[in-house]
């Protein structure tokens, strides 16, 4: 028997009865669970399994590939979010990313906490989702292991240049003056200083602080455009949730 406690990723129906979900813990990264008879209207394990709920699972060893749901005790559901579509739409983003990127014994407690904190950000009606889906893109990869060089330009060691470019494959940064001909093709993301230390602040900072900082509307969109290109080319793959967001927050 296995105790844990993780947030509900994605679920999966299994004939018209059972279902399957992803669970994001800390210790073992994205774990696969069977939960019998979670369609049945008697189900007692509805709310501590429905998506994106925070709960403490107690599973039977693994067989046939996935462990199977003993019992679970919900903690937090964030019923706040399901006002917003894009909220939503939002945590399924931040969802297969983490179910495609994580690992099964993959454990990093951070992504956990990460995560977490996203879900509670999209409970709040006032929170920027423009803002919060760039730092947990930035953060997720650099968690990943596709930590963006942010010290100073490769070129000639300036800390904080004026204007730069930002390179999205090699994930380092030149001065407007130090980019060369070959990295002027390459694909990149003009930006001011003040989004270079947004940057520095999302991927170097501690959890409890990268939520916290300003930054004034010009140097905004360049943070969005780096935060998700950078995160697309680095663990390659499109994701659908991505485009439904896209759709829906450009009909709001």
Not at 23 to 42: D, M
Not at 93 to 98: A, L, M, R
Not at 161 to 172: A, C, N, R, S, W
Request: aromatic share 10%; hydrophobic share 45%.
């Amino acid at each position: 028997m296995l105790t844990v406690k993780g947030v509900v990723l994605t679920q999966r129906m299994i004939g018209e009865q059972d279902r399957f979900i992803d669970i994001l813990t800390a210790e073992y990264g994205v774990i696969e669970v069977l939960v019998k008879g979670a369609g049945k209207i008697s189900s007692k394990t509805g709310s501590g399994t429905q998506l994106f709920a925070y709960s403490e699972f107690c599973l039977h060893d693994k067989k046939k590939g996935a462990r199977m749901l003993s019992s679970v005790s919900p903690i937090q559901i964030f019923y706040g979010m399901r006002s917003s579509v894009t909220a939503v739409a939002l945590a399924s983003y931040f969802s297969q990313v983490i179910t495609f990127a994580v690992l099964p014994r993959s454990g990093i407690p951070e992504i956990l906490r990460l995560m977490l904190n996203c879900l509670h950000f999209l409970c709040q009606k006032d929170t920027d989702e423009a803002m919060l889906k760039a730092i947990f893109e930035l953060r997720i990869a650099a968690l990943l292991g596709f930590m963006p060089d942010v010290v100073m330009c490769r070129a000639c060691g300036t800390y904080l240049p004026e204007t730069l470019y930002f390179l999205i494959e090699d994930g380092y940064f030149v001065c407007k003056d130090c980019q060369s001909t070959e990295e002027a093709l390459r694909p990149s993301v003009e930006m001011p200083a003040g989004t270079l230390q947004a940057i520095r602040h999302i991927v170097l900072s501690d959890l409890e602080k990268i939520f916290s900082f300003r930054l004034r509307e010009h140097c905004r969109q360049p943070l969005f455009d780096f935060a998700e290109q950078f995160l697309g080319y680095h663990v390659d793959r499109q994701f659908q949730t991505l485009e439904f967001y896209r759709m829906i927050k450009g009909g709001t």
